[in-house]
């Protein structure tokens, strides 16, 4: 079995530029989700993900191509372990998925028949029958996935959502920061129960702990009452040292097989 390498200082740099990364402040009709820098941090962070392959590349790691969900993906594989990384084939079907249909959602539960008796406005434009017109061809996007495989089969797939977060007076979060990724939490939890093991993670800058907020803490109060249940878990990095501490953990999973901590406590 292989030792697992050490993150490289490339790594670590970019661990660091990610927090330190701040957001404008909020301005007038520019919704928080719809501002430049958000993808800003997006490049950033895929930055990252092309060190990490290139650093695992380094220190011994095959490079594979390999057919998955009808779409052939590069891979870094070691012994019979293997990591796709994210923007590496991304789709909105099988374990590559980080879209998700609103109405695939429904139809796995409670079913459409269910949703139209239990949920559907007694009037207006969508009542009863015309319930599922509300919801047709809308759906939930994730800003990355990570898929871990082996022996052929699903270990875990990693949803990963990016966020970035700004204090206008240097003192406590702007408002908003938190709104869509609550509603994407909800999200992951219909999506994960189609997956052998589905995590959430999300990347966001350092504001999140640089600053006064309720969402730091709220996050991590959400991801700890998700662990009660076996079938979830979510985790939240927003620091260089939790960025690291992830990574870290990827190269022990790949390099020699140990479990990632998170699913570690049950």
Not at 6 to 19: G, S, T
Not at 190 to 202: G, K, M, P
Request: hydrophobic share 40%; proline share 3%; charged share 25%.
């Amino acid at each position: 079995m292989m030792k697992a390498p050490k993150l490289n200082a490339a790594v670590a740099e970019i661990c660091q530029q990610m927090e330190a990364f701040e957001a404008s402040e909020i301005r007038a009709n520019v919704p928080a989700g719809g501002r430049r820098e958000g993808g800003q941090f997006e490049r950033l962070v895929g930055t990252l993900w092309s060190q990490f392959c290139e650093l695992c590349l380094a220190a011994g790691a095959r490079k594979v191509m390999r057919d998955l969900d009808g779409t052939t993906v590069p891979c870094v594989q070691v012994e019979a372990r293997q990591f796709i990384a994210p923007g590496r084939g991304n789709s909105r079907t099988g374990w590559l998925a980080n879209t998700f249909q609103t109405e695939c959602l429904i139809e796995k539960y409670p079913g459409r028949n269910q949703a139209i008796e239990r949920y559907a406005p007694m009037s207006g434009n969508f009542a009863g029958s015309r319930y599922p017109d509300m919801y047709s061809g809308l759906t939930t996007e994730f800003d990355d996935t990570l898929v871990l495989i082996e022996d052929g089969i699903l270990r875990e797939k990693i949803l990963l959502e990016y966020k970035t977060a700004k204090s206008s007076r240097g003192r406590q979060i702007d408002g908003n920061a938190h709104e869509l990724l609550s509603f994407q939490m909800m999200q992951y939890l219909e999506a994960a129960t189609r997956f052998t093991r589905c995590s959430l993670v999300v990347f966001a800058n350092g504001a999140f702990a640089k600053y006064r907020n309720k969402y730091h803490v709220n996050f991590h109060v959400q991801a700890d009452r998700l662990k009660n249940f076996a079938w979830f878990n979510m985790e939240h990095a927003c620091t260089a040292p939790e960025f690291e501490k992830f990574l870290t953990e990827l190269l022990g999973w790949l390099f020699e097989g140990h479990p990632r901590s998170a699913w570690g406590a049950r």
